[in-house]
């Protein structure tokens, strides 16, 4: 098992431990409040939190924001789920947890790294991310029940 691995900033902090994580404030935010999860079950949040690398950003340990990220540790690592909640947001926290994301000693040796964005391209491109290579390359599968 990983250890857990924390970064704090003033009295904000960012850890890796996913029982600190706030579940109902993470599925509130997801399943009514992004545009990419919209409806999504609290069950689906629970198993996706339970099978990723998680994220959360913490004041006064209430929850501030999220990232997740799906990886073997060795090929690739697909970030999903990032958001920092309305109340925390021109702070700069979208940037630093970007940067522990990245900075995260187990993955320093990550030769991809994916995500999907509508609307935050300028953020992560500080971060090294750009339009795929090869657009042609890549595919998605989508049950007709999804």
């Known amino acids: 098992m990983m250890e857990h691995i924390e970064w704090q900033q003033g009295e904000f902090v960012i850890s890796t431990d996913r029982a600190r994580l706030d579940i109902a404030a993470i599925h509130c935010y997801l399943s009514e409040r992004s545009y990419w999860a919209?409806?999504?079950?609290?069950?689906a949040v629970e198993?996706?939190?339970?099978?990723?690398?998680c994220f959360g950003i913490y004041y006064n340990n209430a929850q501030a924001g999220f990232?997740?990220?799906l990886t073997d540790y060795c090929t690739v690592a697909y970030l999903a789920d990032v958001?920092?909640?309305e109340d925390y947001r021109g702070r700069g926290l979208g940037k630093w947890l970007m940067a522990c994301v990245l900075a995260h000693p187990a993955l320093q040796a990550m030769p991809k790294w994916v995500l999907h964005t509508l609307d935050?391209?300028?953020?992560?491109?500080?971060?090294?991310?750009?339009?795929?290579?090869?657009?042609?390359?890549?595919?998605?599968?989508?049950?007709?029940s999804s």
């Open 38 to 43: 919209q409806g999504r079950s609290r069950a």
């Open 47 to 53: 198993r996706s939190i339970e099978h990723s690398l």
């Open 67 to 69: 990232a997740r990220l």
């Open 83 to 85: 958001f920092v909640l």
């Open 120 to 144: 935050a391209h300028t953020l992560y491109s500080q971060y090294g991310f750009a339009a795929p290579a090869h657009p042609e390359w890549i595919m998605e599968y989508r049950p007709q």
